[in-house]
């Protein structure tokens, strides 16, 4: 059975740190493109950060300098470091992983940045 969980949202003030992880079982994960996507209230999915099998990464224009993408194969885990975070990042964070065949989806972690 293949799990995504994400932990390490919550309440953050402006200018603030957040370090979200997704744990994935059942798949290898070394093999898969992991994604962190987002998705405000009223607002469509939007793409934060991916990171391909062989460690490259790509940013949305939003984040770019203030989050970074990385991943443990050897835990399974992908990591979004955020820092210096806008109230226009809250939002639901979605980890997701995919390969040519297959496409998995967390379950998504809250994260409010507000004073």
């Known amino acids: 059975q293949v799990q995504l969980v994400e932990s390490g949202g919550g309440l953050v003030q402006p200018g603030g740190s957040l370090r979200l992880s997704c744990a994935a079982t059942?798949?290898?994960?070394?093999?898969?493109?992991m994604t962190w996507y987002r998705q405000a209230p009223g607002e469509q999915r939007e793409l934060v950060a991916l990171i391909t099998s062989g460690g490259n990464t790509n940013y949305a224009d939003s984040v770019l300098g203030r989050f970074t993408i990385s991943r443990d194969n050897a835990k399974s885990t992908v990591y979004l470091q955020m820092n210096s975070l806008k109230p226009e990042d809250t939002a639901v964070y979605y980890c997701n992983a995919q390969s040519s065949v297959n496409d998995y989806w967390g379950q998504g972690t809250q994260v409010t940045v507000s004073s």
């Open positions: 059942g798949i290898m994960f070394s093999l898969y493109v």
